[in-house]
């Protein structure tokens, strides 16, 4: 560290000769380069920026404290910076309440009072009861850091299992509370990672890896998943082995039982979509697993049983899904009964309430929900507000109530109670928010991709905006893993809209908004169809009047980094405004870290085929940066302890941009500490980086606001 003082000086005195409006005239801070190179299908392929892999090293401890300290003195001069920031707070200062669900006979929900770092879970013996705090994460740590990664509650109500997370990581340590007197078990289940934690007698299951090597915890790759079987009052060392697979180490399992225990339901995959399910009868003395569906092609979800047949949601047989009854004893697919067949729109999800089934849908991305009998009669639709998502629907088979949340861009998350027996719902609770929704409108928009594909669009923006081509647009996507983007309320997006913002999210191909022919038609080698969408989305913006590329911002996190790099890589000339936040940007390595070999069912990868690795390269945000090209103003964000998409890519994709990029546009890194992939961030942090990243949009794009 002993020359990060020179630096940090020498940036200060590069900002202060820089020009006052939104470009960058000063020096990066120089990353050295090595020698590296890989060869791929007799094809060599330089990795000058391999050290930055090394997530212990000084080296990249003193790179990222350098680039910290000059993003931080661009965004200290950006004059509404810190208005910007005021305001966040002021509107994040509202309470918020979760959906409220039962068990053992009383309710349990979430409650975050405004600007509480983490969200505290209360108790009532009734719902004219007084709310009792049952957990309290704030009190794990002073800044919010260590945070509530999940919980589970025991069926009889006398235990909570909860998973601590520190500093933003995936890995979770369990620790169990007795609910009576909230004295705490000496129980501790370490090293933990992608699982639940599912009650079974007097213990729970859950998933979990070796622990890692000596500085392997954040980057190393995970393999060898296990269940594993706890009783309370014993050690971990004599926790029971359940499942595992000695000779796949890149399999994941999940294990989950049914509502009355009766069922243990293992769940394994090998990537992001796609499963096989084992199931185990506890009621049959020595029961063995038996495998009720192959994997890996389809997904299958065990929704509960009816009389010893088990409720199973799937896309077997039926891209937009259906609902199946499998009888353990006779699983073929021939055997399978049909409970509610697959529709004209994808089946989002299933849940059991009452006497009924509550099979929620996507049309063209907004929710609608159906009451089905067990048979599989419709019994009536479901009335909601408005066009939006309908979130967290929770009820039990033995009930006569339900609970659930809906929102929608310009509607604050509210919580509904559902009366099973007049099928009526009334409002639980309100987000009281300092802003008028009614000043704004919510408009669906359908464009052609490149390839002629009808793509949706929403469009969110005050009443009355004019189409003069000038407005300042904020384009957000996605695109992959099955996953939907639908509407939902976001705080930190308010103030761009508050000054004349359009925000845009984009229904992109890869996603699980049409079924399985949608997600499929973006993967792999037909990824470059979510890119075309996406750029397709932006000039029809154009075209249309709305906005022009000066005005254009584009963001996506995760796989919506990937989206955000390779974009702008290809088509520079777009955007001014770029934001990959935790993005998966070197399409080479990306499987050799942590989970990432779990996505190679979207991605491929560059050692299976030589063709494979072509179409990577071709699209790979780090390996597609050319020399002296004007790329738009770039911010890219990720976190020290993200252990799911590590940070180097970030540090890699940033370098070479730094090194061959021209221009006034600044492109910078914000790298967060104690900080992860997403899950746990504390509010304080949020709102941080919610400041951050809109005032760098918002001063780039050649706004003015009037905070």
């Known amino acids: 560290m002993k020359n990060l003082l020179i630096i940090s000086l020498m940036i200060g005195l590069m900002m202060m000769l820089s020009c006052e409006n939104s470009g960058f005239d000063g020096e990066y801070p120089e990353t050295k380069k090595s020698d590296v190179v890989d060869v791929y299908f007799e094809t060599e392929v330089s990795d000058p920026y391999r050290w930055l892999e090394d997530d212990n090293s000084e080296e990249t401890a003193e790179w990222v404290a350098a680039q910290n300290a000059i993003t931080q003195d661009y965004l200290n001069r950006i004059p509404f910076r810190d208005a910007l920031r005021n305001r966040l707070e002021t509107i994040w200062n509202y309470p918020r309440i979760g959906v409220p669900f039962k068990k053992g006979g009383k309710y349990f929900y979430f409650k975050n009072d405004g600007l509480q770092n983490q969200s505290v879970l209360y108790m009532q013996t009734s719902l004219d009861a007084e709310p009792e705090v049952l957990l309290d994460p704030n009190s794990f740590s002073d800044d919010g850091t ?12 006398q235990f909570l299992a909860y998973g601590i997370s520190r500093g933003g990581s995936d890995w979770t340590e369990i620790v169990i509370m007795q609910i009576e007197d909230r004295s705490m078990l000496s129980d501790t289940v370490k090293w933990v990672k992608f699982s639940g934690i599912s009650w079974f007698e007097n213990g729970f299951y859950y998933s979990s890896y070796d622990p890692p090597k000596p500085g392997e915890a954040l980057s190393g ?15 971990q060392s004599a926790d029971q082995l359940i499942f595992q697979d000695t000779e796949n180490p890149q399999r994941n399992f999940y294990a989950g039982l049914t509502d009355d225990e009766r069922f243990l339901i293992v769940s394994e995959s090998e990537s992001t979509s796609g499963n096989a399910l084992y199931v185990k009868d506890n009621s049959l003395p020595n ?10 092609t389809y997904d299958y979800s065990v929704v509960d049983h009816l ?72 019994i009536q639709k479901m009335e909601l507000p408005t066009l939006g998502t309908l979130t967290g629907f929770r009820g039990e088979k033995d009930d006569s109530e339900a609970f659930y949340g809906f929102t929608s861009f310009t509607f604050p998350s509210s919580v509904y109670r559902y009366d099973l027996a007049s099928h009526q719902s009334e409002v639980y609770t309100t987000s009281e928010v300092d802003f008028n929704p009614e000043d704004y409108e919510t408009h669906q928009i359908f464009f052609n991709s490149k390839d002629g594909e009808r793509v949706p669009m929403f469009l969110v923006h005050k009443k009355g905006l004019k189409l003069n081509g000038t407005n300042p647009v904020l384009l957000y996507g996605y695109g992959g893993f099955n996953s939907s983007l639908t509407p939902s309320f976001s705080i930190s997006r308010l103030p761009f809209l508050e000054q004349g913002g359009v925000y845009v999210t984009v229904n992109l191909r890869g996603g699980g908004e049409y079924g399985v022919k949608w997600h499929e038609a973006g993967t792999k080698l037909q990824k470059q169809n979510v890119f075309d969408d996406f750029i397709a989305a932006a000039e029809y913006l154009v075209e249309t009047k709305y906005t022009n590329p000066e005005k254009i911002a584009i963001l996506g996190g995760s796989n919506g980094g990937l989206l955000v790099g390779a974009v702008m890589t290809q088509r520079p000339d777009l955007f001014k405004v770029a934001i990959p936040i935790v993005g998966v940007l070197d399409m080479l390595r990306y499987q ?67 090194a061959k990029h021209k221009g006034a546009n600044p492109v910078m890194v914000r790298i967060e500490t104690q900080a992860g992939h997403g899950a746990g961030k504390p509010t304080s942090k949020m709102i941080d980086e919610s400041a951050d990243m809109y005032s760098f949009i918002m001063y780039n794009l050649g706004m003015k606001p009037g905070f």
């Open 307 to 378: 009389d010893g047949k088990l409720l199973v949601k799937t896309n077997d047989d039926a891209p937009m899904q259906r609902l199946v009854l499998i009888d353990p004893a006779n699983p073929a697919n021939e055997n399978w009964q049909t409970i509610i067949p697959e529709k004209e729109h994808v089946m989002r999800s299933v849940g059991l309430a009452g006497d009924f089934i509550l099979a929620q849908y996507l049309e063209d991305a907004n929710s609608q929900a159906y009451f089905y009998d067990y048979e599989g009669n419709l």
């Open 592 to 658: 050799y870290f942590t989970i990432g070999w779990a996505w190679a069912r979207d991605y491929g990868t560059s050692e299976e085929s030589e063709e494979m690795f072509r179409y990577l390269l071709g699209y790979s945000p780090l390996h597609n940066v050319k020399e002296g090209v004007e790329y738009p103003a770039t911010l890219a964000i990720t976190a020290d302890h993200d252990d799911r998409v590590v940070p180097a890519h970030t540090f890699k994709f940033m370098s070479e941009l730094q």
């Open 221 to 235: 790759a995970n393999s060898f998943h296990k269940i594993y079987y706890h009783e309370l009052g014993t050690p």
């Open 287 to 296: 029961a063995g697993f038996v495998k009720i569906a192959a994997g890996f």
């Open 146 to 157: 260590i945070a509530l990664s999940n919980m589970s509650l025991s069926n009889n109500g």
